[in-house]
């Protein structure tokens, strides 16, 4: 009896060293039921087993929306810690959620993707070596990570962060004012971007993040920039929803996005700061681009692209020059990827759009979680950062911003001879005010530039296309046509003799290259 007795103290021993604990008691963290269904000993030599532990993890849902009844709560987001882990196979079965290779970290600074043979959808399993691991639906963009970066970009001198309200829970809601101080704002493009209205859509942070490090970048491409633009960037629309490790809505359960078109009494607190702030800073002009930060659980990046039927011609020709400027010289957005949806009041682009209409070219631009499309390239913190910087480059294009490294030329500054005709179209996609072609062969066209720096240049000619919603797949690009190789800084002309009487011909571009 007394041998039973040690035996069976011995086992209890075991189950509690055994013991895996859960806990979300920290900033974003989050997680509903935990339940343990199994704990068995495999053994796999004559001195040795591991012990495999397998668990549902039922991921917490938002509050139920108040304001809009029938919507259902989201429970995507989770992000966990795990103490006692070290030397054991742990088999994690989510629900209520749809991770495909979440993330993990033993230190909640360093995350890495579960590889493909340790996770499916909705499924992981792994042996883990560190007692402690951090779990989470996709690498955690925190309000302290936030606030730590904003501490460095605020050491700029051309950055301005306020706040300019606060959440139901007293969280500051900020904006950061990014443009070259010394230059006068009366001619400056204005750029309005927000982020995080979605809480859980954390590589949208990731993407942002990328944008701002590019556009305070220590280079001439950044300098020229921020004399052209001012950026308002409001990097946490949600800030309650962020720190409280919510999926898709505020603390009180309203999804930000659909409430912008609520009476007074039904308007969160977080959309009346964010349409005070939008119109104080358009009190004299709108703004000329607005940006809607967002993450889908789509395999792909995408623009949503508001259809010409709930705009007109010109606003949709706008959206597209944007998004296909954003896939120059990018193997992360390719034309198959875009989406198209109606413009709506309750959206903060139909608050925009019914201010402004199409004065401010409005969009919302989502990353996934998972891998960039047809080019299966898996996300991390680097591609999305480098992804933002892209971003920013086809909003530089999008305003016909020259840059040392990149002249646009359009062809209402080229010399024609011969018969031309301009043309000027809604439905067709180019730069500037029209774009050319000529009444006959043997035309030509020669495009100017007074003082071009010494280097090599590649030379791109933009294809005008139809603004539709099909894919422009051989159109609506800039295609490579020549190089050129400027010895000496000084004026430069390039003629062009068109192949036909029908070759459209717009804005030609000279990109530096070390080639």
């Not at 590889?115 to 399993?125: D, Q, S, T, V």
């Not at 930060?293 to 944007?322: C, E, G, P």
């Not at 050129?484 to 029908?502: C, D």
């Amino acid at each position: 009896m007394k041998k039973l007795f040690l035996t069976v103290t011995f086992l209890l021993s075991l189950t509690v060293r055994a013991q895996v604990k859960f806990d979300t008691d920290f900033e974003s963290g989050s997680a509903g039921k935990i339940t343990q269904i199994d704990s068995v000993y495999v053994r796999i030599s004559e001195n040795d087993s591991i012990l495999h532990l397998s668990y549902i993890i039922e991921s917490r849902f938002d509050p139920q929306n108040p304001v809009d009844t029938a919507l259902p709560p989201s429970a995507r987001w989770f992000y966990f810690r795990m103490t006692g882990a070290k030397n054991k196979y742990i088999y994690l079965d989510f629900k209520h959620t749809d991770p495909l290779r979440a993330v993990y970290s033993y230190d909640n600074h360093k995350f890495e993707r579960f590889e493909a043979n340790e996770a499916e959808l909705r499924k992981i399993h792994k042996f883990f070596d560190a007692d402690t691991v951090y779990i989470a639906y996709f690498i955690p963009y925190t309000n302290s990570f936030l606030q730590s970066r904003i501490d460095n970009w605020k050491q700029h001198k051309d950055v301005t962060v306020n706040t300019f309200g606060y959440s139901l829970h007293n969280q500051p809601m900020q904006l950061m004012t990014i443009t070259d101080k010394t230059v006068s704002d009366e001619n400056k493009y204005r750029i309005w971007i927000h982020a995080r209205t979605h809480t859980s859509e954390t590589p949208s942070s990731w993407h942002l993040d990328g944008l701002i490090e590019a556009l305070l970048a220590d280079n001439k491409d950044a300098e020229t920039y921020r004399k052209y633009f001012i950026f308002y960037i409001v990097p946490f629309a949600n800030p309650d929803g962020v720190f409280e490790g919510l999926s898709r809505s505020n603390s009180t359960g309203v999804n930000q996005e659909i409430n912008w078109d609520r009476d007074e009494l039904q308007t969160v607190v977080e959309v009346k700061n964010l349409k005070q702030q939008m119109k104080e800073l358009t009190s004299d002009r709108a703004f000329d681009l607005f940006l809607n930060m967002h993450s889908q659980v789509a395999n792909s990046a995408t623009y949503w692209v508001h259809t010409a039927q709930t705009t007109n011609d010109k606003f949709l020709s706008r959206q597209l020059l944007l998004c296909y400027l954003n896939m120059f010289d990018n193997h992360y957005l390719s034309p198959k990827e875009l989406s198209f949806s109606k413009m709506a009041s309750r959206y903060p682009e139909g608050w925009t759009w019914n201010s402004f209409g199409d004065k401010t070219v409005a969009m919302t631009f989502e990353t996934p979680y998972t891998y960039f499309g047809e080019s299966n390239i898996w996300l991390n913190t680097e591609n999305l950062r480098d992804f933002g910087k892209t971003t920013l480059n086809a909003v530089a294009m999008y305003f016909g911003i020259c840059t040392p490294e990149r002249i646009i030329l359009d062809n209402e500054k080229a010399k024609t001879q011969g018969k031309w005709n301009e043309a000027k179209s809604d439905r067709m996609i180019y730069f500037g005010d029209s774009y050319l072609y000529p009444q006959k062969s043997g035309s030509k066209i020669t495009y100017r530039h007074k003082k071009l720096s010494a280097g090599k240049y590649k030379i791109y000619k933009w294809i005008v296309g139809e603004s539709s919603e099909k894919p422009a797949m051989n159109e609506n690009k800039w295609i490579l046509i020549d190089r050129h190789e400027q010895k000496k800084t000084s004026s430069f002309k390039y003629k062009f003799k068109p192949n036909n009487a029908g070759e459209t011909f717009d804005a030609i571009m000279l990109v530096k290259t070390e080639e």
